[in-house]
């Protein structure tokens, strides 16, 4: 508002005219913006998370509020609650969202108070003051074009957010399948480890009788060497990831995780192939669908730079304020002038327009390059992810079926010859560290699918489907 006056007293009625005037306008000026009442939630971004399509498709059980995790999925929903990567991602989505109603208002109207430093004399009294108060409009829309292209962009902001949350999916059940693995395998070498012990007693027995080989002995203490040292090594592996596998759920690094049991993978000829995969992963694909809306973004933003290129107007309306003539029985004596203006705002400089429209030409083909990209690259993933899927099943069937029951069978048919004296010492320590490095080779291969599968399942934004 703007108020010019020096030297003036104070009218009488002045007052009431400025409220008469003012209050009404006050009144109205709500309406030519209105901003809708949205309900408070105790966490908006929590909120926003959880409507994720994504976690739709996965079928987590959100309740779980971060206690006893025992299942990979457990885990997945408390990382989904509390990372904070992923807050932060759908604070910027909650962000971009409320910037469509700023790019969709009319510019603030303007009301300016002008007091005139001498009052103008006319046939019907003195003009004291005048109210001015007018209103600008941008093209037919303009203003249209302005929300679409914000609303564009949040899409692509909700986009990255579900990839975000599926980048998390994949990386928390992959550091869980490995969790996992580690205490398998050292389950699988405790054991061995408490077999070679008593077996490397019974030598040390044998050759203090006389009756045993000190090669034997020697070759089982170098065993039983190697493998107390392949279990320091993997119990101390468990600690960094665990921190890793922590930092996602924001919680301490040492904070205990103990697995009860893993999913079990998905059948063979539940798979579908690459062809049918790639399909979904195009439609599903939150990568892909950000840079569809930002292509979608730049179509609107060159139809907005046709549109700023057209004139924009201005309406207004002024009321001059007149005091009473000075000379008695004048016709309309101290009538004030009501005054209607439009204005035009020309477009003269047509350079920068053109320019507009330019950059948004580019950022269209900037978009459409780089989903085409990425289209290729995800291809290129998901062809490895399949390689290494079918690779894990064809290592976790042939060490199940074939190799651990051969394995088994070796050892128990040296250790039956060594027990009546027909076989060596040497050969039954063999034949149990080759069933160790089968047992092991199993427990790699079972935790390889899963996170192949995982891998898959990150790639087309949907879980594959599980055959009862």
């Known amino acids: 508002m703007e108020i010019h ?9 002045l007052m009431k005219i400025h409220l008469l005037f003012i209050l009404p306008l006050l009144a109205v000026m709500p309406l030519l913006n209105p901003s809708p009442a949205t ?25 779980t509020q971060g206690g006893n995790t025992r299942t990979i999925d457990e885990l997945v929903v408390v990382g989904i609650r509390r990372n904070r990567a992923l807050r932060a991602a759908a604070a910027r989505v909650l962000a971009a969202r409320e910037r469509v109603p700023q790019a969709q208002a009319l510019p603030d109207p303007r009301l300016a108070v002008v007091e005139y430093l001498q009052p103008v004399e006319t046939r019907v009294g003195p003009q004291d003051r005048a109210y001015q108060l007018s209103q600008s409009f941008p093209w037919f829309g303009t203003l249209g074009a302005k929300g679409d292209i914000q ?18 999916i994949t990386r928390i059940r992959t550091n869980g399948f490995e969790l996992a ?13 408490v077999l070679l012990t008593q077996w490397e007693q019974t030598a040390q027995s044998r050759y203090a009788s006389g009756s045993g080989d000190y090669a034997a002995l020697i070759k089982t203490q170098v065993e039983l060497g190697k493998l107390s040292n392949r279990l320091a090594e993997l119990e101390d592996r468990r600690a960094p990831l665990l921190a890793v596998l922590n930092a996602d759920l924001d919680r301490s690094p040492d904070t205990p995780v103990q697995l009860a049991a893993l999913p079990v993978a998905v059948a063979a000829d539940a798979v579908p192939g690459e062809a049918e995969l790639g399909a979904v992963m195009a439609a599903n694909n939150p990568v892909l669908s950000a840079w569809r809306h930002e292509a979608a973004a730049a179509v609107h933003s060159e139809d907005l730079a046709g549109k700023q290129g057209l ?25 004030n002038a009501l ?14 327009y053109r320019a507009a429209s330019r950059e948004a030409a580019s950022r269209l083909s900037a978009a459409d390059d780089s989903r085409r990209q990425e289209g290729n690259a995800l291809g290129a993933r998901l062809s490895k992810a399949l390689f290494g899927y079918r690779d894990a099943r064809r290592q976790l069937e042939l060490y199940d079926t074939a190799l651990i029951p051969k394995a088994r069978q070796s050892m128990a048919a040296a250790r039956a010859a060594f027990e009546t004296g027909q076989g060596a010492f040497l050969d039954l320590i063999d034949a ?18 899963l996170i192949r599968q995982s891998d ?13």
Do not use: C
């Open 5 to 13: 006056r020096l030297d003036s007293k104070p009218r009488e009625g």
């Open 39 to 63: 309900a408070a939630s105790s966490d908006p971004v929590l909120d926003l998370i959880l409507q994720s399509p994504i976690l739709e498709r996965f079928g987590l059980d959100l309740t």
């Open 151 to 168: 609303r564009e962009k949040a899409a692509a902001a909700q986009s990255r957010l579900d990839q975000r949350i599926l980048e998390l």
């Open 432 to 449: 149990q560290r080759l069933l160790l490095e089968f047992q092991l080779a199993v427990v790699r291969a079972r935790t390889d699918l």
């Open 311 to 335: 004139p924009s107007f201005t309406l207004g309306v002024n009321l001059i304020q007149t005091g009473a003539a000075r000379m008695p029985g004048i016709a309309d004596s101290g009538k």
């Open 181 to 193: 693995y580690l205490d398998s395998s050292i389950a699988v070498t405790g054991s061995h480890l």
């Open 339 to 352: 005054m209607a203006t439009v204005g035009v705002q020309v477009p003269l400089w047509r350079g920068k």
């Open 456 to 468: 898959i399942e990150g790639l087309i934004a949907s879980p594959l489907k599980i055959q009862s």
